[in-house]
C-alpha cells in the first residue's frame, strides 16, 4: 500500500472535496484537524492545531506527500511555519499549499499571512508547489447574504471579483499533489471577472429581494489596489464553473435536479482553508467532484 498523503484542514470546505478525490486515487489519506472526526476506511484521522505547540510528528509519521490547505482569517503564516519545520524533519518529499490570488500586492491582513506562508514554504528545504487560487464561489455567497441583509446595500466601485469553484480548486490541488513539486505554478480563477454590484443583483434576483445600492469610494492604497484589478488573474488557469451556474445550485428548490446544497454550510468560515465552510455539489449533477485538470482549462 502507498505512503499515507496528508492533508491539513481536510475537514473544511476543500478539505471535504479534496479527500475523495485522493481516496478514488486509490491513496490513504491522513486528515489533519483541531476538532477530528470520524474515521472511514482508508481515512484516519488525527487532531492538532497548527498554531499551538502541539506536536506533529505523529501526523507526519510515515509521510512523503503533504497538502496544505488548512487557515484563517490570520496566523497562516505561522501555522505554515510550524508545519513546514515538523515536514522537514519528517523528510517529507513534496508539500503543497493553497494560497490566494495577490498575496503579493493586496495590502491586507490575510493576503500578507498568506504571502508569508509562501515564504516559509519556500524557504524550509522541502520540495514544494503553490497554488493560488480566487475566492470561493462559496465565500461570495457569504459576503452576498450578509450584505443583503442591510436595508440600503454599500457597493465599493472598482471592486471586482473572479470567484472559482471549490470543485475545480479541489481537482487542480490533487493533480498537483500526486505529481512532481512544481514551485509556483500558474493561478486558478473563475471564468468571469464580476463587479460586486453584478455579483450582489444576481443574489438578490435569485432570492427575490430587492435593495438599494449605495456607491461608495474604497480610499487610500487599498482602494487603488482593488481598482487596479490586483486581487484579479489574467493569465492563470480559468475554472470551468461559473457564479451564476453556482448561484443556481444554491437557490434551487430541494430535490429539484439542480439543487442538493439544502445541507451545504455557508457560514463565517467559508474561506480558502480549514474551516472554510460548506461540502460542494457538482454543478453538472453527476455526484462527483472532478476527477483530473478536465474540471479547469487555459
Known amino acids: 500500500m502507498s505512503t499515507p498523503i496528508l492533508v491539513t484542514g481536510g475537514t473544511g470546505t476543500l478539505g471535504r472535496l479534496v479527500v475523495p478525490l485522493l481516496r478514488a486515487a486509490g491513496h490513504p489519506v491522513r486528515v489533519l484537524s483541531r476538532r477530528g472526526g470520524p474515521a472511514d476506511p482508508g481515512i484516519q484521522q488525527v487532531r492538532a492545531d497548527l498554531l499551538g505547540d502541539d506536536d506533529l510528528e505523529p501526523a507526519l509519521r510515515g509521510v512523503e506527500t503533504v497538502l496544505h490547505l488548512a487557515g484563517g482569517p490570520k496566523g497562516d503564516d505561522r501555522a505554515t511555519g510550524n ?41 524550509s528545504g522541502v520540495p514544494w508547489t503553490i497554488l493560488r487560487a480566487a475566492q470561493f464561489h462559496d465565500l461570495v455567497l457569504v459576503m452576498a447574504r450578509t450584505m443583503a441583509r442591510l436595508p440600503v446595500i454599500p457597493v465599493p466601485g472598482g471592486l471586482r471579483f473572479q470567484p472559482v469553484d471549490a470543485r475545480d480548486v479541489a481537482a487542480r490541488l490533487v493533480e498537483l499533489a500526486l505529481g512532481a513539486p512544481a514551485g509556483p505554478v500558474p493561478d486558478l480563477a473563475g471564468p468571469r471577472i464580476h463587479p460586486i454590484a453584478e455579483l450582489l443583483r444576481g443574489y438578490l434576483r435569485a432570492t427575490g429581494r430587492r435593495r438599494p445600492f449605495l456607491p461608495v469610494r474604497v480610499p487610500g492604497r487599498i482602494g487603488r489596489v482593488y481598482r487596479a484589478g490586483e486581487n484579479l488573474s489574467l493569465d492563470g488557469n480559468i475554472g470551468t464553473r461559473t457564479w451564476e451556474a453556482f448561484l443556481a445550485e444554491c437557490t434551487a428548490p430541494a430535490g429539484s435536479p439542480a439543487g442538493g446544497l439544502a445541507g451545504r454550510r455557508t457560514g463565517p468560515e467559508a474561506r480558502p482553508a480549514e ?5 460542494a455539489t457538482p454543478a453538472d449533477g453527476s455526484g462527483q467532484a472532478p476527477a483530473s485538470s478536465k474540471a479547469w482549462r487555459r
Open 275 to 279: 474551516e472554510h465552510g460548506p461540502e
Open 83 to 123: 508545519l513546514v519545520r515538523a515536514a522537514r524533519r519528517a523528510g517529507v518529499r513534496h508539500l503543497a499549499y493553497i494560497s490566494v490570488i495577490g498575496a503579493d500586492r493586496v495590502p491586507l491582513g490575510y493576503f500578507r499571512a498568506k504571502l508569508g506562508a509562501e515564504r516559509a514554504l519556500a524557504d
